[in-house]
Each structure stands twice: as structure tokens, then as C-alpha cells.
């Protein structure tokens, strides 16, 4: 098998993994084991369209490692970028049984959001390591604020949900100033723009659908 075929096969396991396979958590999913959960209707259904996109999110980020780590010629920065990927894979199997146990579904349109996350992290990838560091910090930064939002936003009786989304911004947090340390380039302003804009139509459409 040549190497190209190889990673090739490698990204569309992946991908179907992330799509279609049931997410395991290399790490206990948080919780606030003294304290219940009990939602309205109401709060229920806001918790449930809330975890769908940040679960989206967690698609998102597999589909961006995975084409990062595709891309780098540096052996060290791709252990980083699929070390990164794992903690996004606990992320993305907290997000997804605590939208089955709020009787939500995923986003409907996780396969297109797949894609395109993977062609973006294939085109930062293609800029050289220090864009693709770059991204990823930017990304992982506005991902952060992201979830400091629905923190806010989140029912206060939503003990479970909360918890998962203070893990999970503690985690982006520190992939932003890894990413930081091993070099990244700073993105422009209209490149965060556009960042920030892509990122809002997705959040929204996720929201619903």
C-alpha cells in the first residue's frame, strides 16, 4: 500500500468514525455527582439545541486534526495535533450521550460540517506548520468564548451540561496556548473575521438543524 493511499484511508476511517460510530471517552465524562438534574420542557429543549452545537463543534475539530496532522511533514507536530484529537474525541462522546440523554439529536447536517472543516484544515495545513498552529489557536480561542456563552446561556439547573462545557473550555483554552508554544503564526484580522463569520452561520444553522 503506498503512503498516500495509506493517510488516505486513514482520513475516511476517521471521518466515518467521527460520523457514524458511537464516540468513546478515553476520560470520565464530568459531572456534579451531588447535585440533580431536573429541566422544564422548556430548559430542556434550550440544553438540548445548545449541547447539538456544541457537538457540532466536536465534529468540526475532529475533521481539523485530522487534516492537520495529514498535511505536517514534522513527525513531533503531528503526535501534537492527534493528542489533541483524542481530547476532542472525549469531548465529542460527552457531547453526544448528553444529547441522547436529553432526547436531542446531532446536527443533521454533521457530514457537510465534516467536510468542510476537513478542506479548511487541509488549506492551513498547505500554508506550512506555523499557519496551521496559527489556526488552530484562533480556532481554539474563539471556540472558548463560544463555550463561556452557553455557560451563560445553559439552564442553571443543567448541573450535567454545564460541567461538560467547563471541561471542555478548560481543554480549548490549553490547546490554544499549546498550539502557542510550538510556534504559531498570528492571523490576520479579516482572516479572523472570516473565522468568526463561518463560525456564527454554522452555530446558528446547528442550533435548529
Excluded at 177 to 184: P, S, Y
Aim: aromatic share 4%.
Amino acid at each position: 500500500m503506498t503512503p498516500a493511499l495509506d493517510t488516505a484511508l486513514n482520513a475516511a476511517d476517521g471521518a466515518l468514525r467521527t460520523l457514524f460510530a458511537k464516540p468513546q471517552a478515553s476520560r470520565t465524562c464530568p459531572t456534579v455527582a451531588e447535585q440533580r438534574t431536573e429541566l422544564s420542557t422548556q430548559e430542556k429543549a434550550l440544553s438540548g439545541a445548545l449541547m447539538r452545537v456544541n457537538h457540532v463543534g466536536e465534529v468540526c475539530a475532529q475533521a481539523l486534526y485530522a487534516a492537520q496532522a495529514v498535511t505536517t511533514r514534522d513527525p513531533a507536530l503531528r503526535r501534537h495535533f492527534l493528542a489533541a484529537s483524542r481530547e476532542e474525541g472525549d469531548h465529542l462522546a460527552w457531547t453526544r450521550e448528553r444529547l441522547d440523554e436529553l432526547g436531542a439529536r446531532p446536527s443533521l447536517l454533521n457530514p457537510l460540517w465534516y467536510a468542510g472543516a476537513f478542506g479548511i484544515g487541509l488549506l492551513a495545513g498547505r500554508l506550512g506548520d506555523r499557519v496551521s498552529l496559527g489556526f488552530v489557536v484562533e480556532t481554539e480561542r474563539q471556540v472558548e468564548a463560544h463555550l463561556a456563552s452557553h455557560l451563560e446561556r445553559l439552564p442553571e439547573g443543567d448541573h450535567d451540561s454545564r460541567a461538560i462545557v467547563a471541561q471542555m473550555k478548560d481543554d480549548e483554552a490549553r490547546h490554544a496556548q499549546d498550539a502557542q508554544n510550538a510556534g504559531a503564526l498570528a492571523m490576520p484580522a479579516p482572516v479572523q473575521g472570516l473565522m468568526k463569520a463561518a463560525a456564527r452561520l454554522m452555530t446558528t444553522t446547528a442550533h435548529y438543524l
